[in-house]
């Protein structure tokens, strides 16, 4: 018959056991750590405070010496989800135009693996916020989900391009206010050389018109009326 | 974004009356928001339908008033009463940009390209170059390809005012724009030689 060969046999289990075991213990404790990592990673984008003023009316607390929480109407709700789909539209458009350059940076290793960790993240949040919103306009319009972020989009644009436009026109003072001056100083300068002419002829018919040259040069809104017409015949 | 169960309670209070939203907080960008909140919700009570109508169609009665007015300034302009004239182009532009922010951008951009290339024409027929050259630049921001007549007021105004180099900068990113449209060519020579005289 055999003869078993316990010990022999239990250093065998033996070792198959601290295999196993150490093997369990690295693959957890790895495990933990990734997924604390991947919770403290920053996130993408600045807290949503649309949301959080939408969300906030939903839960509005009553006001002190009221038992009951206000009623909050549902034009004011939908101002606000309105509100709220705008950012989102804000943010798409962000991760649009980020995507592309993060996996450019990724694939030549310019930018860490967290980044891209914190973008993937940033993307499904936004695909989740997107369908909450067209769940809750359609609760609060029957439909109102198909067109809410077409209309969000429109106003996201409108914002923009009403914003730029309003930078160029708030110009125009200081515009037209540089232009006075350099005008005048223009003015002058011709003036003064109208007058070195004059000045020049008049010395050499008579001496002592050097006062009307001064004279001239003192009547400068009249004189500023006169340049303007030769400057349209121009 | 924080998770997305989650949110921040914000200390915002709901007039009963009014309807209006105010915090107590002292954020100044939650304050702001809130302005706007209020104000789009102002612009949806006076909206027949609950919740604003898709993009398209647009209400053609605006269109039709802004076209109007701009005809109008049109008119007036020819006749030489540009003060006039520029009276009506600012009356629709006023109105094209009170258009309700969820209407087609893209047609606001177009109404407002045209009045302000129109306005910047007359601002020229009254040596207001500063002015001019302003509304040329508004209109070529709302619409920037296939609008040559306002990249070259710009650079017309630019060059009344002495200023050269600005305009053949400007000439240069307009034909970049527009190719070789023959009037920006023409007038970029215009400012070199003049460049080179002074």
């Known amino acids: 018959m055999f003869e078993i060969d316990w010990v022999g046999l239990s250093m065998a289990f033996g070792y198959i056991g601290v295999l196993v075991g150490s093997l369990i213990t690295f693959s957890s404790v790895y495990r933990k750590r990734k997924a604390a990592q991947s919770a403290t990673l920053a996130p993408w984008f600045p807290p949503h405070m649309q949301r959080n003023i939408y969300l906030s009316l939903l839960h509005l607390e009553p006001a002190e010496g009221q038992e009951k929480a206000p009623n909050v109407p549902d034009s004011v709700l939908r101002a606000a989800l309105l509100r709220r789909a705008v950012e989102d539209i804000h943010r798409i458009i962000q991760i649009r135009t980020a995507k592309q350059a993060c996996s450019t940076l ?77 005008r005048a100083s223009i003015q002058d300068e011709f003036m003064k050389e109208l007058d070195g002419e004059s000045g020049a002829a008049a010395k050499a018919s008579k001496p002592g018109s050097d006062e009307d040259a001064v004279l001239v040069e003192g009547g400068g809104p009249a004189a500023t009326g006169s340049i303007r017409k030769k400057k349209g015949k121009k | 974004m924080d998770d997305t169960e989650t949110f921040d309670l914000l200390p915002i209070r ?136 306002a990249w070259w007021r710009k650079a017309k105004c ?16 307009g034909l970049e724009m527009e190719g070789n449209e023959s009037d920006l060519v023409a007038l970029l020579k215009d400012v070199q030689e003049k460049s080179k005289k002074a």
């Open chain 1, 106 to 182: 990724l694939q030549r290793g310019s930018v860490g693996d967290a980044l891209w960790q914190r973008f993937l993240r940033a993307e499904q949040e936004m695909e989740a916020e997107l369908k909450d919103v067209v769940m809750e306009a359609n609760a609060l319009t029957p439909n109102w989900g198909t067109t809410i972020f077409q209309s969000a989009n429109e106003m996201a644009a409108n914002t923009m391009f009403r914003q730029k436009l309003d930078d160029i026109q708030s110009q125009t003072e200081a515009e037209v206010e540089w232009w006075k001056t350099r």
């Open chain 2, 158 to 173: 630019l060059m009344e005012m002495g200023r050269l180099e600005e305009a053949e900068e400007w000439i240069g990113r």
């Open chain 2, 14 to 149: 709901l007039d009963p009356q009014s309807k209006a939203i105010s915090t107590t907080s002292s954020s100044r960008i939650l304050n702001q928001e809130l302005k706007t909140l209020n104000e789009l919700h102002k612009t949806l009570l006076s909206l027949e339908s609950p919740a604003p109508p898709p993009p398209i169609p647009v209400n053609p009665k605006r269109s039709a008033q802004i076209t109007k007015l701009r005809e109008t300034g049109n008119d007036s302009f020819r006749k030489g009463k540009h003060a006039e004239a520029i009276q009506y182009y600012s009356l629709g532009l006023k109105m094209a940009l009170s258009r309700p922010l969820w209407e087609p951008s893209g047609l606001v951009r177009d109404e407002v390209a045209g009045l302000y290339a129109n306005r910047a024409q007359a601002h020229m027929a009254m040596q207001s170059w500063a002015e001019g050259s302003v509304d040329a630049e508004s209109s070529v921001e709302a619409k920037k390809a296939g609008n040559a007549k």
